[in-house]
């Protein structure tokens, strides 16, 4: 399964946070990714290997299926 995201996207994880909430926004994009929570706002850093291992689903922003 491909799951392709970019800058602005919006990502459900397999797990929620501590506040409930597992839906986040992705703010930074490389070697790194760095997710904000879009319920507390607070702000955490994944290697992108363990950030694809624990996401669910990419849905929102700029990610919009287009027919090919």
Not at 3 to 13: A, G, H, Q
Not at 40 to 61: A, H, P, Q, S, Y
């Amino acid at each position: 399964m491909d799951k392709t995201f970019n800058l602005n996207d919006i990502v459900i994880m397999k797990k929620p946070h501590a506040c409930g909430e597992n839906k986040w926004l992705i703010i930074r994009n490389g070697v790194d990714i760095k997710l904000k929570c879009l319920a507390c706002n607070r702000e955490i850093m994944l290697d992108r290997l363990e950030f694809t291992r624990k996401l669910k689903k990419v849905i929102g922003g700029n990610n919009e299926e287009k027919s090919s």
